[in-house]
């Protein structure tokens, strides 16, 4: 397939309209290479380790959800330099989907629902909420993480999620007002505890968002390739 198919086959996967607007100029081909792409490789995010493991496999193209490039270029050198280095050395396109992926139908939430297996599903702003039939333990189980929970939860029928850092008080008020007893998402503030108007769930942001890119990559065929960051839990 040639690189210009390729692309807009992704958006119409992800159309690049439905991004937030901090992700203008952040999303779609973020690193040119090969012009005939043949195998894929995808991952969450572009690091050292995953354009390795492309490279490896000869891998045409990497799609991830975030880019290696967040902001302006004025200086490559440390880790970026090691990652397009290596990226452009070996002619590896890297293509972003982004926002326009949480947004997407079946992207990065639609995805997280359905492995939670929620029913009866609603869209929020940002985010789902849907009948939930599984317990936070089972949660734990099913997304691969342990979990923080802020506030009690009485009787957990109704949950909210958000996929990546969604803690923001306006979604919680929002997944409230639609009847939600929960919110799970992850990287969670301080000050969004004490001012919640639900309980909170706190994942990690690979193992909420992680799901969404590894279900793309199994409907086209493409290699996955988990790059989970490694960390421990000392009590």
């Known amino acids: 397939m040639h690189i210009e198919d390729f692309v807009r086959l992704m958006e119409d996967i992800a159309p690049p309209d439905l991004a937030e607007d901090f992700d203008e100029s952040r999303i779609g081909l973020v690193v040119e290479g090969k012009r ?6 995808c991952a969450l995010d572009a690091t050292l380790n ?5 490279v490896s496999i000869n891998a045409d193209m990497l799609v991830v959800h975030h880019t ?26 890297i293509y972003v989907m982004h926002t326009n992926y949480d947004h997407a139908d079946g992207g990065i939430n639609d995805s ?13 702003s940002l985010g789902i909420i849907g009948d939930c039939s599984v317990s936070l333990e089972e949660i ?8 923080r929970v802020y506030g009690e939860i009485k009787d957990l029928k ?3 999620i958000v996929g990546g850092s969604g803690f923001d008080p ?4 929002e997944a409230k007002n639609l009847g939600a007893d929960a919110f799970l998402s992850s990287e969670l503030k301080h000050s969004v505890i004490l001012s919640s108007s639900l309980p909170l769930i706190e994942s990690t942001h690979y193992a909420l968002e992680s799901p969404g ?23």
Not at 50 to 54: E, N, R
Not at 213 to 235: C, H, N, Q, V
């Open 36 to 41: 005939d792409i043949e195998n894929v490789a």
């Open 50 to 54: 995953t354009v390795s493991d492309a």
């Open 68 to 93: 290696p490039i967040w902001n302006p270029v004025t200086r490559i050198s440390g880790i970026q330099k090691e990652i397009l280095q290596k990226a452009l050395a070996s002619d590896l396109n």
């Open 112 to 124: 997280l629902s359905a492995l939670l297996n929620l029913r009866n599903c609603r869209k929020m």
């Open 140 to 147: 734990s189980k099913i997304t691969g993480s342990g979990l």
């Open 158 to 160: 109704n949950l909210a």
């Open 170 to 173: 306006e979604l919680i008020n």
């Open 213 to 235: 890119m590894k279900m793309l990559s199994e409907k086209m065929g493409w290699t996955f390739i988990d790059d989970k960051p490694a960390g421990r839990l000392y009590l």
